[in-house]
């Protein structure tokens, strides 16, 4: 019986493993660009600097990106300065002021309408953001905006991304942490009024429940680690990301890796709670399994913030653990 549910996780890692190589990255990866940093001395300056640039901003010319909010206004015409005198900062900084002070061409794109980028300028004198990036529409119209404004306004044009500024949005996780606190009250109440199986208290005959909430635990306090001490290595995941931890830096790695143990594990969890229960009392209690782990994550990334994560971790470590092996001397 241990033989045959040993043999079952392997199954489902090995699937998950196929799954991750089926993934086709839609940009270069990160040694394509290490490679092509490295042969940046037999370039031209201009290719230099926008190479430079991809390294520091994480996109570049002919990168896609889809339009979030509800519409983005975009100017016809770039901001600039008579040329070719050569002029001060003091006056490329007035004709940017009068230019925004008068009215312009412009135009507006609308949510999920999909943009590339055309082209990227540098205006250092101007105080509000020096880079301006010129984006085309699917009509073939073009238009400048600053990349401040610009990127508050869209995602890369990938599901991962978009998935991550969806989860990431203040007004979604606080819609998410008030109705998930009030289910996880709800089940709870229910759950131990009931005498029902519920996760680390009146747990079922299995490793994987425990194990899975351990694990969206850690996760949660390593995602808000690497929020605090490495937000580049995440933004540049943002723009360029990958379901394939081997192709990520190690911190991200491991990061992803602890995703797809959680999909490992959770698959484990819900075969072994199935065979375990009877149908009503199964779902019940993976809707408090679902209810523990979420209300797990929402602890532990934001606790982790204020580096109280890390101690909680380390005690709901010991106390899950130490629960399963009172009720399983044993094993």
Not at 217 to 241: C, D, G, K, L, N
Request: overall charge negative.
């Amino acid at each position: 019986m241990c033989m045959g549910k040993y043999k079952i996780f392997f199954a489902y890692s090995l699937l998950v493993l196929l799954l991750t190589s089926c993934y086709r990255e839609r940009t270069s990866s990160r040694f394509q660009m290490e490679d092509t940093l490295m042969i940046a001395d037999t370039l031209t300056k201009a290719e230099q600097d926008s190479l430079t640039f991809l390294h520091t901003h994480h996109y570049s010319e002919n990168f896609n990106f889809i339009v979030r909010s509800d519409s983005l206004i975009l100017l016809r015409q770039l901001p600039s300065v008579p040329s070719p005198q050569p002029v001060s900062d003091e006056a490329i900084v007035q004709v940017i002021e009068e230019t925004d002070s008068l009215p312009i061409d412009s135009f507006s794109v609308y949510k999920n309408q999909e943009l590339v980028v055309s082209d990227i300028h540098i205006i250092p004198a101007d105080s509000i953001d020096s880079v301006w990036v010129q984006v085309a529409t699917e009509n073939f119209e073009f238009g400048w905006a600053r990349e401040k404004v610009l990127l508050e306004h869209v995602d890369p044009n990938d599901p991962i991304s978009q998935f991550i500024s969806t989860f990431s949005d203040v007004h979604t996780l606080i819609f998410l942490v008030i109705i998930i606190l009030i289910g996880v009250g709800y089940l709870m109440r229910k759950l131990l009024k009931q005498n029902a199986k519920i996760v680390h208290f009146n747990d079922i005959d299995s490793f994987y429940p425990m194990l899975l909430a351990l694990i969206v635990a850690a996760s949660a306090t390593f995602y808000a680690s690497i929020q605090m001490f490495a937000p580049e290595a995440w933004r540049a995941f943002y723009f360029r990301p990958s379901l394939n931890p081997f192709s990520q830096p190690l911190l991200l790695s491991i990061f992803l890796a602890s995703v797809w143990a959680m999909l490992i594990v959770g698959i484990a969890a819900l075969d072994d709670t199935v065979h375990r229960l009877r149908f009503n009392d199964a779902v019940l209690y993976l809707c408090g399994l679902a209810a523990v782990c979420a209300f797990n994550y929402i602890l532990f990334s934001i606790s982790t913030l204020y580096y109280i994560g890390y101690i909680l971790l380390i005690v709901y470590i010991v106390f899950a653990v130490r629960l399963y092996i009172g009720r399983n001397p044993h094993k």
